[in-house]
């Protein structure tokens, strides 16, 4: 196994970002080969379980109560709605299943307790489950694993620098502790964030330096075009270039080399040629289904050919670790063996 490097400088990654594209895609392409196998990406389900009127006012988010967007408020679903929706997505071939909820934090309240279920109930089905929540604190952390949370999303979305600009109700800091809550707790970290917000190139590079010197890499880096939506502060951004999510994936992928990267929002205005060679750069998961938490992804049909055209497989749930929740597993043979 390759070494893998925490002490990245802000030059370093800077040099790796404006390297000639194509040199990038080479290098990233190279470390990809060198972690994973690249006929296989993995297939995740966002489900919006609390959708709208959210008290934050990240700008770019069309779940903020305070900017008039068409987004239909919704309070949670029940229990039953979401498992019956993660087995559809399972049927569907999603072998990992994400949980949104347009909250600024946890709360310890029915709402949560609820939201216990819903993981319980997922990784009985045999998904990864993963839950986007908000901040989170330690305890909460704790009760999310004992429920067979497999991941926590909990994006740092742009750079110290730039976040003040986007977001004004909580700090860089809470961010950053929310995720140490989630490390502490042995739950896998998925932190990534969104190009196209108006920040700098530098402010491209700063963000991963800070998710590529965090003590222990996330094991998922969602990558995430914003999609301007009316009604927010950045409606009227310019569409982000296919050339710079290349440019993030692939010097995620340099930096982080053994995390999975998500080809995350924005993927709905790619064509199979633009994905491609966000695969070659090193992304190795996507969000299938419709529809994201609000706004349009690409069909199903589309991503079924998008992959037969690409050779490539879904990768199989919990191929990094244990099913949440099972001490160990052995087969009945073994256990014999083993008198147990
Ligand atoms: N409320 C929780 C939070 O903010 O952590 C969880 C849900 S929030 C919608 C999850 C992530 O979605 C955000 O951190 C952001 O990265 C992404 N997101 C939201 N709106 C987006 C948009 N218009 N374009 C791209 N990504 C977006
Ligand atoms: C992530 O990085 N992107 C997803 C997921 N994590 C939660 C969310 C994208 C949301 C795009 C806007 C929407 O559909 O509301
Ligand atoms: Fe709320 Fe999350 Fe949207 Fe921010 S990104 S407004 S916290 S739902």
Redesign the pocket.
Known sequence: MAYIKFDWTREEIHEIYHQPMLDLIYRAATVHRAHHDPQEVQVCT?LSVKTGGCPEDCAYC??AARYHTDVKVHKLLSVDEVIQAAQNAKEAGSTRF?M?AAWREVRDNRDFDKVLQMVKGVNALDMEVCC?LGMLSDEQAQKLKEAGLYAY?H?LDTSEEHYEEIISTRTYDDRLDTLEHVRNNKLRVCS?GIIGLGETVQDRVDMIHTLATLPEHPESV?V?AL?PVEGTPLEDQPLVPVWDMIRMIATARITMPTAMVRL??GRVRMSFEEQALCFMAGANSI?AGDK????PNPEEDQDKQLFQTLNIRPRAAFKDGDKPGVEFQVTPEAAKEMGI
Do not use: R, Y
Not at 292 to 295: D, G, K, Q, R, V
């Open positions: 966002l069309p779940q994400c949104g986007t999303n994006n990534g969602p995430n999609v995350s929002a969000f994201l938490l609000t706004t």
